[in-house]
């Protein structure tokens, strides 16, 4: 049947098959119409009849679908069409506000698209498709869903100016991002704010979907402010903690009010853990913001205020028990020593308090290895950057790490070890087999442990001892392969791994003879392995601990045999 014959109940099958179909010919045809649709002259007037009266959401979908595609023509539309579409879809969502929310959705990601495209449009001297704020601030003034569908509307309009349209020229793309940043985004962000506000003023009626659903648009309007490219740089987003918010400094305002930071730290307080995340989110956002937005004395007084809320939660921790408040705290730990420096850290006054809080989190954490063991990362970081700041720090405040690192190593070392009869015995999935996490978290250990490492040193020789003795006593016993040798031997490997990472964690220059000789006790403990597994071959053969043998023998390679050295150690000639 010829397009332009087409009717709406002929429309209305065409959605059916495009979106919730199972018959494959069939959803190609209903894609090859979807692209003659919008090619064809009757495209506007078949969407306002879609719209005005479909029956099903899918209708109306489609009609948004067409809009986008129709919009975002390399060759646009003329002015006066495109200013038209914009106030109808405008005044339908105003009008129809119940709509299911991925219609809304789809038909504000048109206006954002009209908005961006025609940023620099001019008519009469005026910038037309500027007044999105104006637009909105109405909306604003009407019911709960009215308000949502604005904030939707500010949210959308902030991702589209961020999304780069590789079919455009990225100059234009860049141009259009840099006026909408220096015109727009600030407002946007205080109305958010103050919204907010608004929110935290009320008594919260928590058991309120639609106020639930206005917060949550809220936050995450605030975040994609906080996320907005101000720079062009289009940083890689799996390079989480190396990003640094890049704020501009008309900003300044904004976050040099302490009641800024307490309001998203209130938030979080206040609100059930789908909209607490939203808020550490964002707090890990204001924890990134660059340093040179503020002098030296605003800058110490805004890292004060970040751990002052940060002991706050840790003091209050019922929040941490679900898995994304969690996550994005341990994120919003990692960010804090990312952008700060530990000599500014230790002037803090709340700081030796809060690194004893921190610290009796991370262990905890550890020792709790199948909770959220992806956010241990984050934590490991955090330490890892601690310890290997200490010999840069000039400031006469103490640091603490000298107490602290060490029961952070003591926690990773027995909670692996422990995790190992667990894992054997109820036949759960094998840390050790995930062997990208595991090097990963070694790599982090290793600055760690090598703090006072005395005691790391005397409770692995402890570990490797026991455990070594009761292998032997295991492979001399005539019961075979049992659950008690699995778990012998899951434990040895996690010691060879252990012992590997401490022994590449040696610096040159800050290596003694003391600790060349500690990793020499633990060096000969593996070679004995070794050794012991040799003469007992093939019934010996462990495939974990053959691995974790080979990452051994890799970071003593590159410790103590390399080409590069700078000192001999004592300790090498025993092994070469």
């Known amino acids: 049947m010829a397009l332009h014959f087409q009717s709406l109940a002929e429309l209305e099958v065409l959605c059916t098959h495009l979106y919730i179909g199972t018959d494959l010919t069939q959803r190609i045809e209903a894609e090859k119409a979807l692209l003659e649709l919008i090619d064809s002259p009757e ?11 479909g029956t099903t959401s899918y209708a109306q979908l489609l009609a948004a679908t067409c809009l986008s595609k129709l919009v975002s023509r390399v060759s646009p539309l003329p002015v006066e069409q495109r200013i038209d579409i914009r106030n109808y879809i405008l005044n339908y969502v105003a009008s129809q506000p119940k709509l299911a929310p991925f219609v809304i959705q789809a038909l504000i990601q048109v206006i ?31 019911t709960v869903e009215h308000c949502i ?4 509307i500010l949210s959308e309009l902030t991702q589209e100016m961020n999304v780069v349209d590789y079919s455009r020229p990225s100059a234009k793309h860049r141009k259009i991002a840099t006026s909408f940043r220096d ?9 958010a704010c103050s919204l907010l506000k608004e929110v935290l003023a009320k008594p919260l009626n928590l058991q309120d979907e639609g106020q639930q659903n206005l917060v949550m648009q809220v936050l995450k309007l605030v975040l994609n402010c906080l996320n907005f490219d101000f720079i062009g740089s289009s ?15 008309t900003w300044r305002t904004i976050f040099l009010e302490p009641e800024t930071l307490e309001l998203f730290f209130n938030l979080y307080h206040s609100l059930p853990p789908l909209l607490s995340q939203l808020a550490l989110s964002c707090l890990v956002q204001f924890a990134s913001t660059r340093r040179s937005l503020f002098s030296s004395p605003e800058r110490a007084k805004y890292l004060g205020n970040l751990i002052k809320g940060v002991k706050r939660i840790l003091e209050n921790p019922q929040g941490l028990s679900d898995p994304g408040n969690y996550h994005e705290f341990c994120r919003f730990l990692a960010r804090l020593k990312t952008n700060y420096q530990l000599g500014e850290l230790v002037m803090v006054k709340e700081y030796p308090e809060v690194i004893r809080l921190i ?19 984050y934590l490991l970081t955090l330490w890892q950057r601690m310890v290997a700041s200490v010999p840069f720090v000039k400031s006469t405040e103490p640091h603490l790490l000298d107490t ?10 027995t909670s692996r070890l422990e995790s190992v009869a667990i894992v054997v015995r109820d036949n759960l999935d094998d840390p050790l087999d995930d062997t990208a996490t595991v090097f990963q978290q070694l790599e982090q250990l290793c600055t760690v442990s090598r703090c006072e490492y005395e005691k790391t040193c005397t409770l692995l020789v402890q ?5 070594a003795q009761n292998y032997q006593k295991l492979l001399h016993s005539a019961s075979g392969v049992t659950v008690d040798m699995a778990i012998q031997e899951g434990r040895l490997a996690w010691l060879v791994y252990l012992v590997g990472t401490v022994v590449g964690g040696r610096l040159t220059y800050t290596s003694t003879d003391e600790h060349d000789a500690m990793d020499g006790e633990l060096s000969c403990r593996v070679f004995q392995l070794i050794s012991l597994m040799d003469t007992g071959l093939p019934q010996c053969s462990n495939e974990k601990i053959e691995l974790a043998i080979l990452w051994f023998l890799d970071q003593f390679r590159k410790t103590y045999v390399g080409d590069q050295l700078q000192r001999t150690s004592k300790k090498t000639d025993i092994f070469l």
């Open 149 to 152: 569908i604005g904030v939707i």
């Open 43 to 53: 495209c506007l007037s078949k969407c306002q009849l879609l719209l005005e009266q």
């Open 235 to 249: 940083a890689d987003e799996s390079a989480d903690d190396l990003c640094t918010v890049q704020i501009p400094t």
């Open 359 to 377: 610290a009796n989190f991370t262990i905890t954490s550890l020792q709790h290895w199948e909770f959220a063991p992806n956010s241990v990362h």
């Open 112 to 142: 954002a698209k009209i908005t961006k495209l025609g940023w620099f449009e001019v008519q009469k001297d005026q910038f037309v498709f500027r007044e999105i704020i104006a637009d909105v601030k109405k909306f604003l003034q009407g």
């Open 183 to 191: 015109t727009s985004l600030k407002d946007i962000l205080v109305l």
């Open 404 to 413: 602290y690192a060490p029961e952070i190593t003591k926690a990773f070392i």
């Open 463 to 467: 570990l490797f001892d026991q455990n």
